[in-house]
Nanobody, 125 residues
Framework: QVQLVESGGGLAQAGGSLRLACAAS????????MGWFRQAPGKEREFVAA????????YYADSVKGRFAISKDNAKNTVFLQMNSLKPEDTAVYYC??????????????????WGRGTQVTVSS
């Protein structure tokens, strides 16, 4: 059974930084990539960042480009999201997802087959 466990969320001030991690276990396939999505209260879940596992190509939402950086540790089956210059509008529950196939774009949540439970990020002004 695939498990994704997020960590690193919490409270930060505007302009501050947080680093999220998502560790995967129980895979019976070779992952195509992992991504981060977020959901703010009253809003739909939206794409934040993703990384291709083989090529390490990265993808970012316009709203976080230049502030957030996604990276991975192949040996630990872990993906990271370094979040700098945080803004109050970054407040959301952050979810990591894992892809078992190349279906759909890396930015499309339909392409992610497994999800973590999420970690809360709160940015105060």
């Amino acid at each position: 059974q695939v498990q994704l466990v997020e960590s690193g969320g919490g409270l930060a001030q505007a302009g501050g930084s947080l680093r999220l991690a998502c560790a995967a276990s129980g895979r019976t396939y070779s992952t195509y990539g992992m991504g981060w999505f977020r959901q703010a209260p009253g809003k739909e879940r939206e794409f934040v960042a993703a990384i291709s596992w083989s090529s390490a190509l990265t993808y970012y939402a316009d709203s976080v480009k230049g502030r957030f950086a996604i990276s991975k540790d192949n040996a630990k089956n872990t993906v990271f999201l370094q979040m700098n210059s945080l803004k109050p509008e970054d407040t959301a529950v952050y979810y990591c997802g894992d892809r078992s196939s190349p279906r759909y774009a890396m930015t499309d949540e339909r392409g992610y087959d497994y999800w973590g439970r999420g970690t809360q990020v709160t940015v105060s002004s």
